[in-house]
């Protein structure tokens, strides 16, 4: 059942919003070469304290982190560690922050350092298919037309959308109804758009395939056939009949 956020929690969220574009700039600068996915994870969550807010992804059963760090192949999910940052590794944050009981979510791929005109190829196309998704939910409402475009723009530069893995309502928990897919699936057209929908729209794919598995740690989702993976993520609202993008 999709929860239809008040005209207060509206407000409320997009101060979360707020709270966590202003943290990005230091996350990005502070991430470098030779630095461990569990340092970066440690300084996310001292910015989030600063904001008064409170590291969103705590609030999953089980999961003690304040973000998911995954590297090359990795997909989503993956648990901050020791593992340190090499030139060139592509790497993601995905992070949430709650505020007053409310929470957004985010996630954004980059390459550490330098990347090679393969790479910088394959994340200009995410991000670029998920603005004209965004695009497109902000002319139409309709969540079909978004998950077609995304999905058209990432297949038409040969690359994949992870199926299984989608965008989701948000807002008084982390993960709420509906799904959305990223693809052109049928249960998209019944997503009704009106007032107090809040939800991350959310592309996740990969360079070769679009099947992944588990890795050891039971959190860490990776490409099957280790090509790289990335995802990028914005929490957008339904508001006053306005179509706002909170972060």
């Not at 139409?140 to 989608?166: C, G, H, M, P, W």
Request: proline share 3%; glycine share 6%.
């Amino acid at each position: 059942m999709i929860i239809y956020k008040t005209a207060e929690e509206l407000k409320i969220l997009e101060q979360s919003g707020k709270k966590l574009k202003s943290i990005l700039p230091q996350i990005r600068s502070f991430i470098k070469p030779g630095i461990t996915t569990l340092e970066i994870d440690r300084f996310i969550e001292k910015q989030i304290i600063k904001t008064q807010g409170f590291p969103a992804f705590k609030r999953v059963s089980g999961y003690n982190w304040s973000s998911c760090l995954p590297i090359n192949e990795q997909l989503v999910h993956t648990p901050p560690s020791k593992r340190k940052l090499r030139q060139s590794d592509l790497l993601t944050v995905d992070l949430g922050l709650e505020y007053k009981g409310l929470c957004v979510d985010y996630a954004e791929s980059f390459v550490i350092g330098s990347a090679n005109k393969k790479v910088e190829k394959f994340l200009a196309i995410g991000k670029l298919a998920l603005e004209k998704g965004i695009e497109t939910l902000k002319k139409t409402n309709d969540f079909y037309l978004y998950a077609q475009t995304v999905f058209n723009e990432i297949r038409s530069n040969n690359y994949f959308v992870i199926k299984n893995l989608t965008g989701h309502g948000v807002g008084r928990k982390l993960h709420e109804d509906p799904y959305i897919f990223n693809f052109p699936d049928e249960s998209l057209k019944h997503i009704k758009v009106k007032e107090g929908l809040v939800v991350a729209v959310e592309i996740i794919y990969a360079e070769s395939t679009e099947k992944y598995v588990y890795e050891a740690d039971g959190w860490s989702l990776k490409t099957d056939d280790n090509s790289l993976g990335a995802c990028f993520e914005h929490t957008i609202a339904f508001t006053n009949n306005k179509f706002k993008v909170l972060v």
